[in-house]
């Protein structure tokens, strides 16, 4: 008997909405040439290209040529990272992030410590938050980046980046980069004037995009130094000949994602709160990192003593689709490095299973998934529920 495929690693990917779909094969089939030929079928493509730009910065809160279309999370973090950082160095060399970033974060700033960067790291509580004291404390006058997730890929937890962002404009000159991967239409954002960030990531696959579609915007123009060096396309920022689908694709999905944010958001808590529930019931054999005040797209739990590895497979026989954690280190063995900060016990290292929605995911999958995940505890640790 054939099972029903419950799909719960949204956080990895997502599934593209038919709707952005069906724009991207209309905009490849029918606006394909160049966006900088200056012939009638490039200036099409321009055109549209800057439709697409505008609804991102509407959506942002800044300007049409603040927002520049990379291609995903990976390249929009490391070309704030460095770019900013290299573009600034005559008011520093000094750079705070946190300790529990996404690697493409992590990975750019020990290239740059390479180059006689001076790099700093903000601890997280137990909720996976940092110290806006700490914050301060470490801050100077020399510091020329500052660069946070808004919310962790791996357990959920939401940075206070408004707060921090005040903090930041107030004791520095620096930039304030977020990684919105995980937040863009899942949580308000916007730039939000001084009070806000100066540069946001965006990754199109997260949201019911395309992968190898993304977004770097900015608040307002800033000193930078573009390593993709060429044709000085997207400003002389980002050089290379632009996706036009996938920027409009991209940008439809973004519409998307901010229309429905509420109603999905609602959901999201609902069913977080639903599976927190009934693990709660399995006492101390499973032990829960994502904390109420997480994102509510995001459950991260683990099992004592048990490898994720095991529990995806187990709940795999049940038709069930979750990650060990973060998709990006799911292959390594070590523990990672967002487990690790966060300090948990020992016995429960090993164990961590992310669950994570999206917008096709139903109240029936949901119930399949708290069935699956407690057949597999039966027979993963039967003898210790007894």
């Known amino acids: 008997m054939k099972v029903n495929t419950i799909y719960l690693d949204n956080s990895a990917t997502t599934k593209p909405y038919k709707e952005v779909m069906q724009t991207f094969m209309a905009v490849n089939e029918q606006y394909y040439a160049n966006p900088a030929s200056i012939h009638a079928m490039g200036v099409e493509s321009n055109e549209l290209l800057m439709r697409a730009r505008e609804q991102v910065a509407d959506i942002l809160k800044t300007e049409a040529k603040n927002v520049l279309f990379t291609s995903g999370g990976t390249e929009s973090n490391n070309t704030a990272i460095i770019g900013l950082a290299r573009g600034n160095t005559h008011k520093g060399k000094h750079i705070l992030t946190t300790e529990i970033e996404h690697p493409s974060v992590l990975e750019s700033v020990k290239q740059l410590e390479k180059e006689g960067f001076e790099i700093e790291y903000l601890h997280v509580n137990a909720q996976g938050v940092i110290s806006l004291d700490e914050l301060k404390a470490k801050i100077r006058k020399d510091t020329i980046l500052v660069s946070m997730m808004h919310v962790n890929n791996e357990m959920g937890a939401i940075q206070p980046i408004f707060e921090a962002a005040t903090i930041v404009h107030a004791e520095s000159r620096a930039a304030f980069h977020i990684d919105a991967v995980q937040s863009f239409g899942k949580l308000p954002l916007t730039f939000n004037g001084e009070e806000g960030p100066d540069c946001i990531t965006i990754s199109g696959h997260k949201i019911h995009g395309f992968k190898g579609s993304g977004v ?14 060429g044709g000085g396309q997207e400003f002389g920022l980002r050089s290379g000949t632009v996706a036009v689908p996938q920027a409009v694709a991209l940008s439809k999905a973004a519409r998307i994602a901010v229309e429905t944010m509420n ?10 709160q639903q599976i927190r529930a009934e ?10 990192l994502s904390t109420p005040e997480s994102a509510a797209h995001i459950l991260s739990f683990s099992i004592r003593d048990l490898k994720g590895e095991v529990i995806i497979n187990a709940l795999q026989k049940y038709g069930v689709i979750v990650s060990t954690s973060s998709a990006c280190s799911s292959k390594q063995t070590k523990t990672s490095h967002v487990v690790e900060a966060l300090n ?25 998934f708290i069935l699956a995940i407690k057949k597999v505890l039966m027979e993963l640790k039967g003898e210790l529920l007894l």
């Open 279 to 288: 693990l709660g019931q399995f006492g101390d054999v499973v032990h829960i």
């Open 263 to 272: 109603e999905r958001a609602e959901k999201y808590r609902k069913w977080q």
């Open 216 to 229: 770097l915007a900015f608040r307002k123009k800033m000193q930078w130094q573009p390593y993709a060096l």
């Open 344 to 368: 948990i016990d020992e016995h429960f290292k090993k164990g961590v299973i992310r669950v994570s929605f999206g917008a096709h995911v139903t109240s029936e999958d949901i119930a399949q």
